[in-house]
Each structure stands twice: as C-alpha cells, then as structure tokens.
C-alpha cells in the first residue's frame, strides 16, 4: 500500500514522507520480508521517464541509508546503477540522490568493489560540476560522497587523483561561487591531503596544489569589506555569527590545509618547495601577501615543529619580529598570531629568545588604545603563550608586563579586552610567583560572564603559585566563587578548578563549604548537557523539497517507537566544554579529598558513586575508535595509505609504552619490552625522522643496557637537539641503573659528550645531566674516565677536564 502510494504521488513533501515511512518499515521488515521494495526499485530506478527514476532514486537513497549493511550483497548492482544515473547530467535530482546513495554505500565497499566505485569517480566530478551552478546548497551535501570515498580504507580514489585535486582547486579558486561551496571544498582539500599526502608527493602535484593556495591566502577583501579585526580604527564587538565568509577565513581554511601538509609530508620535502614562495611574499609590497606568508610560518610551526626548531628557528622569528613593527596592521596582526603559534609549539627553545621578544611586545602592548579589542585581544594571546614557559625570564619585565595587563581591567573596555587580560595574569602569575595585587573584575552584567569566570581561572592559578602569602585571602576567593556559581550556569564555571587550588591553602577550613562545593561538583558529574547523539541515517537534505516537507518528515519520525529510535544512534558527541567539566571536577574532588582529609569523608560514598559511573561508559564511537582494518595486498598505493596510518600509529605507541611500564613495574613489563625491543631499535636507523629516532630511544630500560648503549651511542653524533635532549636523560638513568656496563663504553660515551657539550644550542638542564653523569664516573671510576680522556684529541680532553674541574 506505502509503496503503491508512493508510484501514485506527485507532491514532493508527500513523496518524501512516503519514503520515510517505506525506510521505517524496512529496518524493521528487511529485504527478504519485503520483495515488493527491491522489485519496485529495480523497475523505477531504470525506467526511462526521469520523474519516475528520481522517485526510485529518491526511495533507494533514504532506504539504503536507513540499513546499508543489508544492501551490501547488492554493492555491484548499485555501483552500476550508480554509474548509469551519474552520467544523467540533465537531470539535477537524479544526480544528487545518486550522490547521497554514494555517501550511504561508499564505506561499507569492500576490495572487491573496488574496480567498479573507481570508474565512478569521474562521473562524480562532472556531477559535483553539474550541480553547483544549480544550487550550492545541495552541492555542498553532495561533496560528501567525495569525504567518503576518501576515507574509505580501499583505495579508490588515488588512480584519479589528479583529476579530483584539479577539481577541488579550481572551485576554491573561483571567486565567482559563494563562499560556503567555496570553504566546503578546501575542507574537503584539507582531508585529502591528510589521508592521500604521501600520494601527492609521489605523482608531483604538490606544487600546483601550493601554487593554488597562495593566492587564496593572500586575496584582498572587496572594498568596504576589510576584516574588522584587521582595521585600525576603534571597533565596536560583533557577535559571533554576524561576521560572514571573508578572505580571513579563507585564509584559515587554506591555512588548515598547509597544516595538515606539514604534519603528514617530511619538512625536507615540503620545505623546499614552500620557502621561494614563502620568501616572495613576505617580500612583496601588498600587506595580505605579507599576511599569508606568516600565517603559513604559524601554520608550519605546528606540523613541522621538529625541523623549525632546529634548523629554521632563528630567522622565521627574526621575521616574524619584523612583522610585528611593518606599518600595516594586517601584517602585524597576522605577526602577533604566528608568535602565539611560535609560543606554542617550539617550546622550550624560543624562550631563550626571550630578549628579542619581551621589547617588542611591550612596545605592541603600550601602542594598542583601549577601544581596539581585536588588536589588544591578539597580543595577549601572544604574550601569554609566549610567557607560560619563560619562567625567571620573565622577571626582569614583571613590572612593566603587569601594569600593561592591569590597564584594561582598571579602565573602562569591553568586557573580551578584560577577559584576555585576566588570562594572561594568570599565565604570568603562574610562571613567577606573582604578588602583584588582583583587582576585581566581576559584576552582575550578563557580558562580563567570560570576564568572571576567567578571573576565577585565573585566581585558581595564583593560588597555586603563590602558595601562603596568599592565604589570607582563600576564605573571600571561595565565597566569590561559590556566589558565582550560584548566579552563572556554565561548564567552564562548573569545573571547580578554584576550589582544587584553594583547598590546597585552607586544607580542613574548607569544611564548611565542602556541602556546596560538592553538591556543584556531583552535578556537573551526572549531568548529561553537551552530550549529543549521533544518529545512521542521511538527513532529509533533498533537492527541491520545501519546508512543509521537511515538517512532515520531522512528525513522522517523532512517531517511531522509543526503541526504534534507540537503534539508529551510532554514537555520541561531547561537547569540549562539558567533557572538560566532568575531567576537572573528577580532577578537583580528588585534590580536594586529599586536602581537605577528615572533613571530606561524610561526602567520599557519593563521590565514588558518580566517579564510577563514568568509568562504566563505553560509547558506540569509542568501541569503533578501536577497531582498524588491515589488508595485507600488493598494490603500492595501499602501502602509502597504510604508511600514514602507521605514522599515527607510532605517535600514539610512544604515549603508551611508558605509561604502561610505570603501571605495569620493571619486572612484570620486562618480557614484554623484550618482544618489541627489536622494532623500537628499527626506529633508531638514519632514514628514520628525528621523532621516531626520539621516540624509540626514550623507552629504553635499565634491563636492556647492553643492547640499548650502542644505539645510544650512535644516535648522539647526529646533529638532532630533540634527541640529544632524550639522550642525556637517558644516559644518567642507565648510569644509575646498570653504572657497570656504561663503564665499559667510558671511552666512545667521552668522545660523544665531547661533541654534544660542545653545542651552544643544548638546553641548560641537559648539559648538567651529561656533567653530572661525567662527574660522578669521575669520582667512581677514576682510571676508567683517565684512561678514557687518554684517548680523546688533546683539545678536547683539556676541554671536559676543564669542565669537570679534574686536574
């Protein structure tokens, strides 16, 4: 009857309803229950009236989509289905319900599907180049099809490769389409590389990619339309999702795409190809193109942080620097972020750069008026990033620093001009032990919420830092915190990281606040904001329909049963600031525990209740988050493909292996480490990169010295600063560990040091490891390290001689 209906009717709205309830009836029925389906979509979706094949394509897309795992016996009859209705380039509808098919079908193929879905890809570009002059909307929904084809683990996109980067380029390129098309295929881009770079580089399409990019980055704004961030004269705040598309975000588009670049390609690839363009922009006389070469240094600092830090570091911050002085201030803008990212992610070597900086960003800060919040927003973000890791550096600029801070909070601004600087007290003050006085900065208004609960972030931070001097005033810090809450419902709020730090302060005199304090923190615990299900099934996105259809569809739906609705969710989605709540209000009850001892036990029974509730949830995304296919075949793009999947793989591996030895203990993971051993020491040969190198020698153990010691040794006369750092860990440990057996290479271990402490780029601690080490071999052994130095040239054994102070 449903499906006879559905032949009969002419209204789209009714149409697409039918099919709603045709797609319910089948989860429930299956195709074997219900043949009259498969009979009707084989005749409708092959007869020769158009209106009649787009209901048949229509019903196929919102039936497969409902259960596609009972269409994939069918995978061969769909994919040449597919390939006959993707040629129809008269018919829009029928080429987008064949592409919302697509995206349902395109991860569940398997290698046997293969030959077929990549004769697909063509006519999908020529589709996708169809619909969007018809409509964009619809086009960027159906540029997911190409999102699925590229995650799938098959390869099916990488033979037309090419063809499909050309295609993204030149709609990213066209200024002519709208810009969510536009910002919907960089994404797209953006993707592409990351799970096809290594692909890229091997067919040579690298540079027509960069080449496509740049421009992008740099395009100038229409006139009347320069980004109110970027403008010199005092600005009103605009709210978030008033501003539209502009080149800025272009621009971070693009710049997502370098990033992921940089992150997936080696630096002695992508480098050479990105410095002459990088150079003729930050040369040329138009501010964006000055513009897009930092925010290409920002980006990179992130992805190709290992090969900035020790080689690149010294001139990009001498550019960067430079930028922060040029006379337009969308260059300095753009300088002020790069420096942030520079804060960021080369750590701990830009601090020692900390005299070049510091003036310059002061100068920034005292040039900045206190109407301009856009400016005075991104050099706080600036500071405060770069701050964090300085740690008695920073002294010397406290004074000067915290009156620039201050003058936002003592002064009429808007409310985002405070809360940036309230942040980066917080960063200063966790860094030197400020004393400086905090003026309140928190009232009833509505706008200064982020204002408060920043402060509050920040006053958790100084009472950490500061420690007893502070004491006197714990008692008023919680009852405003406490008052606070009471009066702002916010997850940032509801994390309670103020009370963690002042517990430390007022141990057993937190008691009478512990009732409320806990009631907050058992909330946050149990609530379930933020949490969003994911549900299978394709949205109703479909062409031409109207909005009583999509009311229509929304009844429908909110009639099945409460079961039924249940099946469809494939998972949940948390919102980062809920997810946060949860892991810091767990994080503070614990601190609190401790610190608040007797007073707390009345409270710890509910505690455990809630806390063991959240180690029960397992997720049907996270069970999925666990599971990889591996297929060992001997097509060459398949083992690119899994190469980058092996990349993260090690990424992850290195994180786990020491957390698991300290859980584990030497003696129980020692049979374990044994086994792997071998493939942690492949990591160690020369083609390796310096974090891989890093990574396999960072898991050394005390019981493996003889095997270890010798590619120790090795690794260290490589010109690498990241594993000379691990290194000179490394050595003391084994010393301490195994002092025999380092003994016996006392000779080749001095000749190294000899090299390493020569180095003026070794970080202070590391160079006081080695001589510690040399030290106490010095005192131990004394004929072993003599008869060592014996054999070192004349000028270095006088050198460390020199160093250890031996005679």
């Given at each position: 009857l449903v499906l006879t209906a559905l032949q009969r009717e002419t209204e789209h709205s009714v149409s697409l309803s039918l099919a709603q309830l045709s797609a319910t009836i089948f989860r429930k029925e299956g195709l074997e229950a219900w043949p009259q389906l498969m009979q009707l979509l084989q005749h409708s979706t092959h007869s020769p009236h158009i209106p009649e094949r787009e209901m048949g394509l229509l019903l196929l897309s919102v039936v497969?989509?409902?259960?596609?795992?009972?269409?994939?016996?069918?995978?061969?009859?769909?994919?040449?289905?597919?390939?006959?209705?993707?040629?129809?380039?008269?018919?829009?509808?029928?080429?987008?319900?064949?592409?919302?098919?697509?995206?349902?079908?395109?991860?569940?193929?398997?290698?046997?599907?293969?030959?077929?879905?990549?004769?697909?890809?063509?006519?999908?570009?020529?589709?996708?180049?169809?619909?969007?002059?018809?409509?964009?909307?619809?086009?960027?929904?159906?540029?997911?099809?190409?999102?699925?084809?590229?995650?799938?683990?098959?390869?099916?996109?990488?033979?037309?490769?090419?063809?499909?980067?050309?295609?993204?380029?030149?709609?990213?390129?066209?200024?002519?389409?709208?810009?969510?098309?536009?910002?919907?295929?960089?994404?797209?881009?953006?993707?592409?590389?990351?799970?096809?770079?290594?692909?890229?580089?091997?067919?040579?399409?690298?540079?027509?990619?960069?080449?496509?990019?740049?421009p992008i980055m740099a395009a100038e704004p229409a006139l009347g339309q320069l980004d109110p961030e970027d403008q010199d004269s005092e600005e009103e705040e605009l709210e978030i999702g008033l501003v539209g598309e502009t080149p800025k975000h272009f621009a971070v588009q693009v710049g997502c795409v370098v990033d992921m670049l940089a992150l997936h390609l080696p630096p002695e690839k992508l480098c050479p190809l990105l410095m002459p363009m990088l150079e003729e922009a930050l040369r040329s006389e138009r501010p964006y193109q000055r513009k897009a070469g930092l925010l290409v240094l920002a980006v990179l600092s992130d992805g190709a942080g290992d090969h900035i830090r020790q080689r690149l570091l010294p001139p990009l911050l001498q550019i960067v620097c430079k930028g922060l002085e040029d006379p337009s201030q969308v260059v300095r803008n753009a300088a002020l972020f790069a420096l942030g990212q520079f804060s960021e992610n080369l750590q701990p070597h830009i601090s020692s750069y900390s005299g070049e900086v510091m003036p310059l960003l002061l100068a920034y800060l005292k040039s900045v008026p206190l109407g301009h919040t856009n400016h005075l927003a991104k050099a706080c973000y600036a500071l405060e990033n770069f701050v964090e890791n300085l740690g008695p550096k920073v002294q010397p600029y406290l004074p000067e620093l915290m009156e620039c801070m201050l003058q936002p909070l003592r002064n009429p601004s808007s409310p985002r001009a405070k809360e940036r600087a309230v942040s980066a007290l917080g960063a200063i003050g966790e860094e030197e032990e400020a004393r400086t006085g905090f003026p309140q900065g928190a009232c009833g208004r509505r706008d200064l919420q982020p204002v408060q609960i920043q402060s509050l972030e920040t006053l958790g931070v100084l009472a950490r830092a500061v420690g007893e001097p502070m004491r006197p005033l714990a008692e008023e810090c919680c009852q405003l915190g406490l008052g606070l809450c009471d009066q702002v419902d916010d997850p940032d709020l509801r994390r309670c990281t103020l009370f963690a730090a002042l517990s430390g302060l007022m141990r057993e005199g937190l008691a009478p606040h512990l009732p409320q304090i806990t009631t907050l923190m058992l909330l946050s615990l149990r609530s379930t904001e933020g949490i969003v299900p994911q549900y299978d099934g394709s949205s109703s996105f479909l062409l031409f329909d109207d909005e009583s259809g999509g009311e229509e569809e929304e009844e429908l739906m909110d009639k099945d049963e409460e079961e039924e609705d249940d099946s469809e969710i494939s998972g949940y989605s948390v919102e980062n600031a809920f997810f946060d709540e949860k892991e810091d209000a767990c994080a503070a009850l614990g601190e609190i525990s401790v610190n608040a001892s007797v007073?707390?036990?009345?409270?710890?029974?509910?505690?455990?209740?809630?806390?063991?509730?959240?180690?029960?949830?397992?997720?049907?995304?996270?069970?999925?988050?666990?599971?990889?296919?591996?297929?060992?075949?001997?097509?060459?793009?398949?083992?690119?493909?899994?190469?980058?999947?092996?990349?993260?793989?090690?990424?992850?591996?290195?994180?786990?292996?020491?957390?698991?030895?300290?859980?584990?203990?030497?003696?129980?993971?020692?049979?374990?480490?044994?086994?792997?051993?071998?493939?942690?020491?492949?990591?160690?040969?020369?083609?390796?990169?310096?974090?891989?190198?890093?990574?396999?020698?960072?898991?050394?153990?005390?019981?493996?010295?003889?095997?270890?010691?010798?590619?120790?040794?090795?690794?260290?006369?490589?010109?690498?600063?990241?594993?000379?750092?691990?290194?000179?860990?490394?050595?003391?440990?084994?010393?301490?560990?195994?002092?025999?057996?380092v003994v016996d290479v006392a000779p080749e271990l001095l000749r190294v040091c000899s090299l390493v402490l020569a180095e003026s780029k070794i970080p202070p601690d590391t160079r006081a490891a080695l001589l510690l080490l040399l030290t106490f071999l010095a005192r131990q052994h004394t004929d072993s390290l003599h008869s060592a130095l014996g054999s070192l040239p004349g000028d270095k054994a006088r050198e460390l001689q020199a160093a250890l102070g031996l005679p």
């Open positions: 497969v989509s409902s259960r596609p795992e009972a269409f994939q016996p069918h995978h061969r009859e769909l994919l040449r289905l597919l390939n006959e209705t993707l040629g129809e380039v008269g018919s829009p509808g029928l080429l987008f319900y064949s592409l919302r098919t697509l995206t349902t079908v395109a991860p569940y193929l398997g290698t046997d599907d293969v030959p077929l879905a990549r004769v697909l890809v063509p006519k999908l570009i020529v589709a996708m180049k169809t619909l969007i002059p018809i409509d964009e909307a619809k086009a960027c929904e159906a540029v997911e099809a190409l999102d699925e084809l590229l995650e799938s683990e098959v390869p099916i996109i990488t033979s037309h490769l090419s063809e499909v980067l050309t295609f993204c380029l030149e709609v990213a390129s066209n200024v002519a389409l709208g810009d969510a098309i536009r910002a919907r295929i960089l994404c797209c881009l953006s993707f592409l590389v990351k799970v096809k770079s290594k692909a890229l580089l091997k067919n040579r399409l690298l540079p027509p990619l960069l080449h496509t990019l740049f007073a707390f036990l009345p409270y710890m029974e509910s505690v455990f209740e809630e806390v063991f509730k959240l180690l029960e949830v397992r997720g049907r995304g996270r069970e999925r988050e666990g599971c990889s296919a591996c297929q060992d075949t001997d097509e060459e793009e398949e083992e690119e493909e899994q190469a980058e999947y092996d990349a993260m793989l090690l990424e992850h591996a290195g994180e786990a292996i020491p957390a698991l030895a300290a859980a584990a203990g030497g003696d129980a993971f020692a049979p374990f480490f044994a086994s792997f051993l071998p493939l942690l020491l492949c990591k160690t040969k020369q083609g390796c990169t310096v974090a891989e190198k890093s990574f396999a020698v960072g898991t050394a153990s005390a019981q493996f010295v003889s095997r270890l010691l010798p590619v120790l040794l090795s690794s260290a006369r490589e010109e690498a600063l990241e594993e000379w750092v691990t290194m000179g860990r490394l050595f003391s440990f084994l010393y301490q560990s195994s002092p025999d057996q």
